[in-house]
């Protein structure tokens, strides 16, 4: 497995949820200047971008997560972290990790948030 995406679960809106994704295959040279993302798809919709980290440390986020999630990386450990905060209804969804190196994402984690 490439990436190694786990800490979905339910939660009631409002609450929090910290996603982790891990490249345990990619070695450090390749994982530090890679971009990892987080992208999410829900039900009958496209996936999206939920949050990217470049490896100059820029980061980008999806409007509906701006100000709510925090992506984070940490490059000795070659994972990359999804901290989601006041979470909502709508955030209901898979979420899959992306790394740039592998053009391609892992398997999902399922996040439900309840009303």
């Known amino acids: 497995v490439q990436l190694q995406a786990s800490g979905g679960g339910l939660v009631q809106a409002g609450g929090s949820l910290r996603l982790s994704c891990a490249a345990p295959?990619?070695?450090?040279?390749?994982?530090?200047?890679?971009?990892m993302g987080w992208y999410r798809q829900a039900p009958g919709k496209e996936r999206e971008l939920v949050a990217e980290s470049i490896g100059n440390g820029t980061t980008n986020y999806g409007e509906s997560v701006k100000g709510r999630f925090t992506i984070s990386r940490d490059n000795a450990r070659k994972r990359v972290y999804l901290q989601m905060n006041n979470l909502k209804p709508e955030d209901t969804a898979v979420y899959y990790c992306w790394s740039s190196w592998y053009k391609s994402w892992g398997r999902g984690t399922l996040v439900t948030v309840s009303s």
């Open positions: 295959r990619m070695i450090s040279s390749v994982f530090n200047p890679n971009t």
